[in-house]
């Protein structure tokens, strides 16, 4: 059974810099696709970056130019590095996965990934 573990989560200042890592337990069937999602408080989760097992990768326009998803060459983990910080970046952090991923570019529709993490938080002050 294939289990996703989130870390990293923390607390920074604006302008700070973090970086989540995902562990990936047990095989996930390929082509997969991964992600990550973030809740705010009083807001709906949110992707924020997803990337395909080909290497295709998806960005919000919130955090593009900022944030860099990426996994390793054993794809054991999939990892997002936050720099450049706000305030609304505060949020609950979930990695996510879907293994027989066929769409050509990894899906931004959180309902369509079946593997969830417990979540990280990251919390940003001004």
């Known amino acids: 059974q294939v289990q996703l573990l989130e870390s990293g989560g923390d607390s920074v200042q604006a302008g700070g810099s973090l970086r989540l890592s995902c562990a990936v337990s047990?095989?996930?069937?390929?082509?997969?696709?991964a992600g990550w999602f973030r809740r705010a408080p009083g807001k709906e989760r949110e992707a924020v970056a997803t990337?395909?097992?080909?290497?295709?990768?998806n960005y919000s326009d919130s955090v593009k130019g900022r944030f860099t998803i990426s996994k390793d060459n054993a794809e054991r983990s999939v990892y997002l590095q936050m720099n450049s910080l706000k305030p609304e970046d505060t949020a609950v952090y979930y990695c996510?996965?879907?293994?027989?991923?066929?769409?050509?570019?990894?899906?931004?529709?959180?309902?369509?990934?079946?593997?969830w993490g417990q979540g990280t938080q990251v919390t940003v002050s001004s």
């Open positions: 047990g095989n996930i069937g390929r082509p997969y696709c």
């Open positions: 990337i395909r097992s080909d290497g295709s990768i």
């Open positions: 996510a996965a879907r293994a027989f991923c066929m769409s050509m570019s990894p899906p931004f529709t959180p309902g369509m990934y079946t593997l």
